[in-house]
Nanobody, 120 residues
Framework: DVDLVESGGGSVQAGGSLRLSCIASELTFDQTNVGWFRQAPGKPYQLVSTINVYGFTWYADSLEGRFAISVNDVKNTVYLDLNNLEPEDTAVYFC??????????????WGQGTQVTVSS
């Protein structure tokens, strides 16, 4: 089974930055698209950003410019750089791969999540 393990979350003040990391076992990120979801308290999951095997990236509205997704194939690690953080970015962030049919949903492979807390 594929395991995704996130790290890098923490507590920061508004305007701060964090780098989230995701390492995979049993697959390499040059073989699959990968993305990040987040879930804020009391809210549904939100797809934040994705990167495909060709390096093309996608971001949810309003996040491009503050967030940046990247992959280091040598380290088999995907990163999500969070910059100029706002209290509304407080959430658990999950690394995920799409379903076998290519859709982004809870049916894909997910990590356990890493908590990001932004204070004002």
């Amino acid at each position: 089974d594929v395991d995704l393990v996130e790290s890098g979350g923490g507590s920061v003040q508004a305007g701060g930055s964090l780098r989230l990391s995701c390492i995979a076992s049993e697959l390499t990120f040059d073989q699959t698209n990968v993305g990040w979801f987040r879930q804020a308290p009391g809210k549904p999951y939100q797809l934040v950003s994705t990167i495909n095997v060709y390096g093309f990236t996608w971001y949810a509205d309003s996040l491009e410019g503050r967030f940046a997704i990247s992959v280091n194939d040598v380290k088999n690690t995907v990163y999500l750089d969070l910059n100029n953080l706002e209290p509304e970015d407080t959430a658990v962030y999950f690394c995920a791969t799409p379903t076998p049919r290519g859709s982004w949903s809870v049916e894909g492979c997910w990590g356990q999540g890493t908590q990001v807390t932004v204070s004002s």
